[in-house]
């Protein structure tokens, strides 16, 4: 957590010095139509860290008030995803709990002449509510009596009226400046299986009536939402205040999470997985937890990241390489380091003989600088990019005639290039300089290459997978998402690691020179599957 208190916190401190609130109840509020994204993750660390902070409560509150879209399966993905991030709910509760007080208290607004059975349809009521500029116009049905509202809501209830033939609505100000006050539809009629009540309903409270109710009955004292919530607030209000509700929760508003390069839409995300542009909501290049969890990114880091960002008041977007910042920052810290080649470059070393183990440091941050042994012999692997037939000026990896030198092992000079039939470079022919090795050099050569190696005689056979963004840049304003689609945004190589980072599990790794890598389990079998790339070279 932040150690200085948000702008939500400031209010909350103040209420309780000033005994307005005695205890702080939370809720995180998703609608079960799809799986987390990183944006959801800064509403949840918000939620569960005002629990934490202020020893409150916090509730795990699904909003399912719209069963066409709602399934099961999001609610466990939901559920595994707060999990994964460390924060426990304190109750489960879900708006389908609550469908019958719900129903309720539409009655007592009805009695109270507060609300109203109008049969005109969706298109009629949308056209009749007016805009910015002009008042909207009162509905023919506003001023039904009350008994003839009560009967008629009721008959909706019993299923006698087809699907959008009534609906109720508040009776609140047509000539309201806020267009969200006039006369908002509150119970709509719909003929939907819902995945917890199946069809014991078919008709729905709509989300901004029921969503005041819900938090009242779990006694929520601070509902935090997004900004675009901001205009609805008078109508949350509106619904406490006809209801006498006492407490009354306080809604308040936060800026959404922006990130540059992420889709953030769980209609887009939903698009992906559907159409096959991914492998499913847990792909690695997916911003759902989920995919990020796959990807390897620890959720400390996913925290911290929000923590970082910060709660505020104004909308922005941050850029992606900041997220990528927090995450290189833990893992250089905490990644053990490896090797492997993505492209295998066959390097004989002509005289050497025999072979060994050399000493591998473990990580430069190592307190106690431990290392491990890697095998080394005569034939080796380095990649095809760390050596050039024609080398730039400056050039400091391998070249014919040149030095450089193979991480935590030897000097070595190229001597010879092979080629192979179509004239490609196949093997180099080395001598290694035996006085150089790292940790005992004695040969006072100086090079300024350090390549990465792995030893053919242990390395295994790995495919490795790289990524790039699903999205390609932000320097598209206003486009669709499917317009700025990357099709290129995972790169397969087929390449060589020592055995310790092919088997590494879900323990990161630094490839040396290469990035941040894990094992992923797929359907083809394990792959190294990069978690972040060691320096930011997508938007070169
Ligand atoms: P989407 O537009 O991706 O479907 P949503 O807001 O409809 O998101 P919900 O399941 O309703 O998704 O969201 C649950 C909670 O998470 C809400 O309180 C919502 O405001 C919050 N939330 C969703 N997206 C973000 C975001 N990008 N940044 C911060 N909070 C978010
Ligand atoms: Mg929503």
Partial sequence: MAETANFIEQIIEEELSE???SSIKTRFPPEPNGYLHIGHAKSICLNFGIKEKYRGKCNLFFDDTNPSKEKTEFVDAIREDIRW??????EETYASDYFEQIYEFALKLIADGKAFVCDMSAAEI???????TEGGKESPWRNRSVEENLRLFREMRAGKYADGEKCLRAKIDMASPNINLRDPVIYRILRQPHHRTGDKWCIYPMYDYAHPICDYLQGVTHSLCTLEFEDHRPLYDWVGINLGFSPKPRQIEFARLNVTNLVMSKRYLKKLVED??????????????????????????LKDFCARVGVSKANSEVQISYFEACIREYMNLNAERAMAVLKPLKVTLTD????????????????EKRTRKISFSKTLYI????????????????????????????IIRCDEVIFGENGEVKELLCSHI??????????????KGVIQWVDAATAEDVEIRRYEHLLCDEQYPGQDFSERM?????????????????????????LMRVGYFKELKTAEGSVLSEIFSLKDNFNK
């Fill in 276 to 301: 096959g542009s991914v492998d499913g909501w847990d792909d690695p290049r997916m911003p759902t937890l989920s995919g990020l969890r796959r990807r390897g990114v620890p959720p400390e880091v």
């Fill in 19 to 21: 005994g307005k609130v």
């Fill in 352 to 367: 050497y003989e025999g072979e060994e183990e050399l000493d591998f440091e473990i990580n430069p941050n190592d307190q």
């Fill in 85 to 90: 991030l460390g924060f426990t709910w304190d």
């Fill in 383 to 410: 990649d095809a990019d760390d050596f050039a037939l024609d080398p730039p000026p400056k050039y400091h990896r391998l070249k014919k005639d040149g030095y450089v030198r193979l991480k935590n092992a030897y």
């Fill in 486 to 510: 990357n099709a290129h945004s995972v790169h397969v190589y087929r390449g060589k690691a020592e055995p310790y980072a092919a088997h590494c599990g879900e323990k990161p790794l630094q």
């Fill in 126 to 132: 949308s056209a009749s509510r007016g805009s910015l």
């Fill in 434 to 447: 035996a006085s150089s090795k790292s940790g005992s050099d004695t040969s006072g050569v100086k090079v």
